[in-house]
């Protein structure tokens, strides 16, 4: 027998299974794409120049230029202003899963795993479960920071581990509906942009950056309205240590909900994309 025919017995008794394996499960492929999410991210750093440095602009720029206008000095103002800067930044970053997700399908990737025999949703419940580490490291990145500069929490470790968790089940919650952007949108510069569109008015209209006591009548209507306004108060009464049950059932109830209505819409066009 020559040496071509020995590695080609060899190779077909090591494909030639007696049994077929089993079809890996939904959480083993989740947590497969999630771990993908994250090589990601080790291979190509310069994804988190935005979590890390966002944060740090945003809190040294709004802290030393408005924080004694607004609440008489800059250590009051880092009190009231640190929750909400910390909101702001995850759900900025939560733009970036519809936007990586654009990219796959631009370049064709996403064919390739919708041809898997895997779980279908899978790709893209792997991919918002990796964010959610993004988002872990621009919370620290910004928590860091905030205590440099003079944060001081009343609500301890437990205040702020609790407004953490608070806000990465928000985030993951609002992620569906940038997946929703990236699968209807040509491009990933389009869906950064419409995005950014959408979140400018949630996040400045907000009580992140003043009490909307001294908004105008109508737009402390929409304030009072605005889901990141109800994320905003919850995680500052987290870190506070005076969070009412009402506030934070508010914001779970409100992740519940966009789940269930904008996950089922991307499923369905993940499923029919052509």
């Given at each position: ?9 060899t190779?077909?008794?090591?494909v ?11 959480v ?11 090589l990601?991210?080790?291979?190509v ?5 935005d ?9 040294l ?24 800067i ?17 990219t ?9 795993f ?7 949703p ?16 621009a ?25 953490v968790?608070l ?5 993951f ?8 952007l ?44 605005n ?27 409100s ?20």
């Amino acid at each position: 027998m020559t040496t071509a025919d020995l590695s080609t017995t060899t190779l077909r008794d090591a494909v030639a299974l007696e049994a077929r394996p089993p079809r890996p499960g939904a959480v083993s492929c989740s947590l497969t794409f999630a771990w993908r999410a994250l090589l990601k991210i080790k291979h190509v750093p310069e994804q988190l120049f935005d979590v890390l440095v966002s944060p740090v602009i945003f809190t040294l720029m709004f802290t030393y230029l408005f924080g004694g206008a607004l609440a008489g000095s800059t250590q009051a103002y880092i009190q009231f202003l640190l929750p909400g800067i910390l909101v702001q930044t995850i759900v900025i970053v939560t733009v970036y899963t519809g936007y990586t997700l654009n990219t796959d399908i631009t370049k064709g990737v996403f064919d390739r795993f919708r041809s898997l025999p895997i779980w279908r949703p899978a790709p893209i419940v792997g991919a918002l479960l990796g964010d959610t580490v993004r988002y872990s490291i621009a919370s620290v990145m910004c928590i860091g920071l905030g205590l440099v500069l003079g944060f001081r929490p009343d609500g301890g470790v437990v205040g702020v581990v609790a407004g953490v968790a608070l806000l990465l089940v928000f985030a993951f919650a609002l992620s569906w509906i940038f997946t929703i952007l990236g699968l209807l949108l040509r491009t990933p510069n389009a869906v950064m942009g419409v995005s950014m569109m959408v979140l400018m008015p949630l996040t400045f209209a907000s009580n992140i950056f003043v009490d909307p006591s001294t908004m105008p009548s109508g737009l402390q209507r929409f304030v009072e309205l605005n889901p990141v306004s109800h994320l905003v108060t919850a995680v500052r009464g987290l870190m506070a240590g005076v969070a009412s049950t009402g506030e934070i059932v508010t914001v779970l109830v409100s992740a519940v909900v966009m789940t269930a209505i904008f996950a089922p819409i991307t499923m369905h066009l993940y499923r029919t994309r052509h």
